[in-house]
């Protein structure tokens, strides 16, 4: 089966509102691909119907070229995490792995090869509801690569993660896709989808606004700016702007654009103007997805009258 998730101009309504507005994007083999947006963009929803959980009212979502839906032993082709609570709380996490395995007739060798490989091996046989967050994360997790599947979906699987968890998890998902599957996440955290993510999906109000490699999206966030870090910094920017450079102060550090950073080297030089750093700006994926997704947002902080909008 190829490792791939299509979907083609999703819609979906839920009564007067417009959930899914033409979702199309694709999930590559061979790296994670984030899946971004605000709330409300149409995230969870995509991911409901690509599992057949939720019905489209037009469009498609296919798994290997196939409807979730349709296929046999479903685990054994695309795993998913979406909510890490969705467990009998009295079952020990072992058993409630045989219980989905035993469904999907896997072994229970099988259920603790993924019980090594997601670190659960001292909680496995405590009961589940007793997890913290971080825990049900890593249990999920493990519920999804039971069937050893070529394709991968998981919700905001950095929540409740400490920051050794969130270490481990960044590095899970990148040898995931080294292994040829394809990993679809989707996170609030953009620093660790940066650290993370290959692709990088964008959607808002419910239809993509961004479908492009982390690279190519981060270099053009970061245009041509400089960064220039200095102690006179009223000088600095009289010297840049006369030579044509648009300069913004922000205390003792300058972004310019308009300008080489080797050509401000060289008038600062000229004019005698002391500085202790110059370097190319580079944008933050935050910055980035911040940037899209300005006019995608459903609510945003009011001003001095206060409330959403």
């Known amino acids: 089966m190829e490792a791939t998730i299509e979907v083609s101009g999703l819609h979906k309504r839920f009564g007067p509102t417009v959930a899914l507005d033409g979702m199309s994007f694709s999930v590559a083999p061979g790296q994670v691909t984030g899946f971004i947006g605000p709330n409300g963009a149409g995230k969870s929803t995509t991911m409901r119907v690509i599992l057949g959980l939720d019905a489209p009212d037009g469009g498609s979502a296919l798994v290997g070229g196939r409807p979730y839906v349709t296929l046999r032993r479903p685990l054994t082709h695309l795993g ?10 009295s079952r020990t996490g072992r058993n409630h792995l045989l219980w989905l395995a035993h469904s ?17 091996d001292k909680a496995a046989r405590r009961r589940a509801g007793g997890y913290s967050l971080g825990m049900r994360q890593r249990l999920g997790i493990a519920a999804a690569l039971l069937g050893d599947p070529p394709v991968l979906m998981m919700d905001e699987p950095f929540n409740g ?10 590095g899970f998902l990148r040898s995931l896709a080294a292994e040829g599957r394809a990993v679809l996440v989707s996170s609030h955290l953009m620093s660790e989808l940066e650290g993370t993510a290959d692709h990088l999906v964008i959607v808002g109000r419910g ?20 960064t220039l870090r200095t102690s006179a910094p009223a000088q600095a920017a009289a010297v840049l702007e006369s030579a044509g450079a648009t ?3 922000d205390g003792g550090t300058l972004t310019m654009s308009g300008l080489p950073a080797e050509k401000a080297v060289v008038l600062l030089g000229e004019n005698a103007v002391p500085f202790s750093e110059v370097s190319a700006h580079r944008a933050t994926l935050e910055e980035a997805y911040l940037d899209l997704t300005r006019d995608a947002v459903e609510y945003r902080a009011g001003t001095a009258a206060g409330g959403p909008r």
């Open 247 to 249: 300069v913004a102060a």
């Open 104 to 120: 999907q007739s896997l072994t229970a060798h099988r259920v603790d090869q993924v019980i090594g490989q997601t670190g659960l």
């Open 207 to 226: 239809r993509v606004i961004a479908d492009t490699s982390t690279r190519d999206l981060l270099a053009a966030a970061s245009g041509d700016q400089v």
């Open 80 to 89: 998913s995490l979406l909510d890490a609570a969705a467990l009998q709380p």
């Open 161 to 170: 993660m400490d920051p050794e968890g969130i270490v481990w998890m960044r």
